[in-house]
């Protein structure tokens, strides 16, 4: 294995506070490192919200990152290395920390404004997905390609995928697809959509806010919305076929749909998503399934709950080393070609999966116990 190489720039201000009396900024500042999230920034945001919130003078909290990412994740170098040097169970405790975060944002008493431009996975998804108001440019890039790692859709995934139209939050879980500011905002992943160029008007004109009001607030970035522009062959358009493949009861059963409509039609996503779920973690696939399936039906703090013990389970290695080889093979060696274990989708069996929803069997170990909050979450609607 190549020498790992971590700088973990602690002398830097990864985020920043700014703003007035009113109007708090929460700037993410890893722009190197596309503002992933580390322990660090994850603390410091946590009690600078905390603060806000009981403050009556704050009305508003923006979030915001530095540089051509919103935020693209957690830093799971980072979180691989204290693992290897010390104990699974620290990486349990900074994730943790971050699903309480994305708790607070989902349950916050102040409308929590998200300018989402640039790119916004994982970690940076769970942190923006379920706040009051989401903007985003046509230069958002949204994606959760935790499969390809040998992790899983986490962070509240389970949650905001489920409650997109049909099966879309299916097909984006296991494919790890990216899609643009317009898609999000026509399948109800985000709540605005304005041009790049403006948003630097956007964030002046919530600069002059003053009131809580999330209607009052809507109506100050509506003035600089922008009608997007949803491509004919972007991923609305596919609905229909994602909802026949993307609905059946297995991975292999969606697989195999897949490339019959590949058959009967030559359509490069239809390729591609075949090819992803190909060359992604057996076992992932199958948790993020399961995980997708149940959140549903399940309200947020439960959906934060169980994607806490499938977490816990695979960095204690409980069924497979599946993680740790992803993360060799696509962030360390980057060799691209890790050598999952089980290895194919038909050895992966249905007890295997259900481990990782089952309670960590260790003397110590607690489940994920949340904050209590005044405030419910709003589910997602789609816009069109």
Same mark, same amino acid.
């Given at each position: 294995?190549?020498?790992?190489?971590?700088s973990?720039?602690?002398?830097?201000?990864?985020?920043?506070?700014e703003?007035?009396?009113?109007?708090?900024?929460?700037?993410?500042?890893?722009?190197?490192?596309?503002?992933?999230?580390?322990?660090?920034?994850?603390?410091?945001?946590?009690?600078?919200?905390?603060?806000y919130?009981?403050?009556?003078?704050?009305?508003?909290?923006?979030?915001?990152?530095?540089?051509?990412?919103?935020?693209?994740?957690g830093?799971?170098?980072?979180?691989?290395?204290?693992?290897?040097?010390?104990?699974?169970?620290?990486?349990?405790s900074?994730y943790k920390?971050?699903?309480?975060?994305?708790?607070i944002?989902?349950?916050?008493?102040?409308?929590?404004?998200?300018?989402?431009?640039?790119?916004?996975?994982?970690?940076?998804?769970?942190?923006?997905?379920?706040?009051?108001?989401?903007?985003?440019?046509?230069?958002?890039?949204?994606?959760?390609?935790?499969t390809?790692?040998?992790?899983?859709?986490?962070v509240?995934?389970?949650y905001?995928?489920?409650?997109l139209?049909?099966?879309?939050?299916?097909?984006l879980?296991?494919?790890?697809?990216?899609?643009?500011?317009?898609?999000?905002?026509?399948?109800?992943l985000a709540?605005?959509?304005?041009?790049?160029?403006?948003?630097?008007l956007?964030?002046s004109?919530?600069?002059?806010?003053?009131?809580?009001?999330?209607?009052?607030?809507?109506?100050?970035?509506?003035?600089?919305?922008?009608?997007?522009?949803?491509?004919?062959?972007?991923?609305?358009?596919?609905?229909?076929?994602?909802?026949?493949?993307?609905?059946?009861?297995t991975? #292999?059963?969606?697989?195999?749909?897949?490339? =019959?409509?590949? %058959? /009967?039609?030559e *359509?490069?996503?239809? $390729?591609? &998503?075949i090819?992803?779920?190909?060359?992604?973690?057996?076992?992932?696939?199958?948790?993020?399934?399961?995980?997708?399936r149940?959140?549903?039906?399940?309200t947020?703090?439960?959906?934060?709950?169980?994607?806490?013990?499938?977490?816990?389970?695979?960095?204690?290695?409980?069924?497979?080393?599946?993680?740790?080889?992803?993360?060799?093979?696509?962030?360390?060696?980057k060799?691209r070609n890790p050598?999952?274990?089980?290895?194919?989708l038909?050895?992966?069996?249905? #007890?295997?999966?259900?481990?990782?929803?089952? =309670?960590?069997? %260790? /003397?110590?170990? *607690?489940?994920?116990? $949340?904050? &209590?909050?005044?405030?419910?979450?709003?589910?997602?609607?789609?816009?069109?």
């Open positions: 294995m190549a020498m790992i190489r971590h973990f720039d602690k002398d830097v201000n990864q985020v920043l506070f703003g007035n009396s009113c109007v708090k900024k929460v700037i993410l500042n890893r722009p190197q490192k596309l503002n992933c999230l580390s322990h660090q920034m994850i603390s410091e945001i946590t009690k600078k919200l905390k603060a919130e009981v403050d009556p003078g704050v009305k508003v909290v923006v979030l915001k990152g530095n540089g051509k990412a919103f935020c693209a994740g830093d799971v170098v980072a979180s691989y290395i204290c693992m290897v040097a010390g104990h699974w169970s620290y990486a349990a900074s920390k971050q699903v309480v975060l994305d708790y944002v989902a349950t916050y008493g102040k409308p929590v404004v998200a300018l989402i431009h640039g790119i916004v996975m994982g970690g940076g998804a769970g942190l923006s997905m379920n706040g009051a108001l989401k903007i985003v440019t046509e230069n958002t890039v949204f994606a959760m390609p935790e390809s790692i040998g992790h899983f859709v986490d509240g995934a389970s905001f995928l489920s409650r139209p049909g099966f879309l939050g299916e097909y879980g296991l494919t790890g697809t990216k899609i643009r500011g317009p898609d999000m905002v026509a399948c109800g709540t605005h959509f304005v041009l790049s160029k403006d948003l630097h956007v964030e004109a919530l600069d002059e806010v003053t009131s809580s009001d999330t209607c009052k607030i809507s109506k100050v970035i509506r003035i600089y919305e922008h009608r997007p522009d949803v491509k004919p062959d972007g991923v609305y358009s596919r609905l229909e076929i994602i909802n026949r493949c993307f609905s059946r009861k991975v #292999e059963e969606i697989l195999s749909s897949l490339e =019959r409509e590949a %058959e /009967d039609r *359509e490069k996503w239809i $390729l591609e &998503a090819k992803s779920m190909k060359s992604a973690c057996p076992i992932s696939l199958k948790i993020s399934l399961k995980s997708i149940e959140g549903r039906e399940q947020l703090d439960q959906c934060l709950a169980r994607e806490y013990n499938i977490f816990c389970h695979i960095k204690r290695r409980t069924v497979s080393n599946d993680f740790f080889e992803g993360i060799r093979a696509m962030l360390l060696d060799d050598k999952w274990e089980p290895a194919r038909e050895l992966v069996s249905d #007890e295997m999966v259900d481990r990782y929803f089952s =309670r960590v069997d %260790e /003397d110590d170990w *607690e489940s994920l116990q $949340l904050p &209590a909050r005044s405030n419910s979450v709003d589910m997602m609607r789609p816009k069109l």
